[in-house]
């Protein structure tokens, strides 16, 4: 069973700029959930996605958007790329099922710096 | 005052001791409580979740939570170097369609010194 894997795990990008992070869910989950982390906080989380559908969102703006595809994996996208982007991104997976289930597997994420 | 606080440490404490690691919430319809561990450069990995209050065991590990106190913790016996990361407590808001919206606390830095 393989885990969570995001590519790269490591990008550099300039302010203004877009940037694609990418998400491979784990073997047999079906939800993919993002979030932010900057050095010294917890992660804070972006949105969720399930049957490719954004299906619940955080307090971060528009330029954040993102895609589930049919195999489950996900892409972030962030556009115009601001110096406190900068921070760790995580994707997390789950096999989503009506009443509980919080076994988010998480990747190593994604280390963005914007300069 | 955020929804969930953490202290975040560091803590260093030596080989063998009972570590406790603690947070405070505000919303009292939290119902999901979770800890996780990060070692440096990694995701967060689940060790425990809890729902309601008590207590729950698994190997050297307890989570404690007291709803009527709006604080959870979780007890480390026995500790050991390779428990030396970051330990982040973790709920979910009683909301539809929440179940992805974990909200962290800013994590406790721990280091266990041989």
């Known amino acids: 069973e393989t885990g969570v894997t995001q590519s790269p795990t490591h990008l550099i990008k300039t302010r203004g700029q877009q940037v694609t992070l990418r998400c491979s869910s784990q073997?047999?989950?079906?939800?993919v959930s993002w979030y932010q982390q900057a050095l010294g906080q917890g992660p804070q989380f972006i949105f969720q996605y399930y049957r490719e559908e954004e299906n619940g969102r955080g307090n971060f703006p528009p330029r954040f958007s993102g895609l589930q595809f049919p195999n489950y994996s996900s892409e972030l996208n962030v556009n115009a790329l601001e110096l406190d982007d900068s921070a760790l991104y995580l994707c997390?997976?789950?096999?989503?099922?009506?009443?509980?289930?919080?076994?988010?597997?998480f990747g190593s994420g994604t280390r963005l710096t914007v300069v | 005052q955020k929804e969930v606080e953490q202290d975040p440490g560091p803590l260093s404490v030596p080989e063998g001791a009972i570590v406790s690691l603690n947070c405070t919430y505000s919303?009292?319809?939290?119902?999901?409580f979770m800890w996780y561990r990060q070692y440096s450069r990694k995701g967060p990995e689940l060790l425990m979740y809890?729902?309601?209050?008590g207590n729950k065991e698994d190997g050297r590990f307890t989570a404690q939570v007291d709803k009527s106190s709006k604080y959870i913790s979780l007890f480390i016996r026995d500790s050991q170097p390779s428990d030396s990361a970051t330990y982040l407590c973790?709920?979910?808001?009683?909301?539809?369609?929440?179940?992805?919206?974990?909200?962290f606390g800013k994590g406790t830095k721990l280091s266990v010194k041989p």
């Open positions: 809890t729902y309601s209050s």
């Open positions: 919303n009292s319809a939290f119902q999901y």
């Open positions: 997390a997976s789950t096999q989503f099922r009506t009443g509980t289930n919080y076994g988010y597997t």
């Open positions: 073997s047999g989950h079906n939800t």
């Open positions: 973790a709920m979910i808001p009683p909301m539809v369609g929440s179940q992805g919206n974990l909200i």
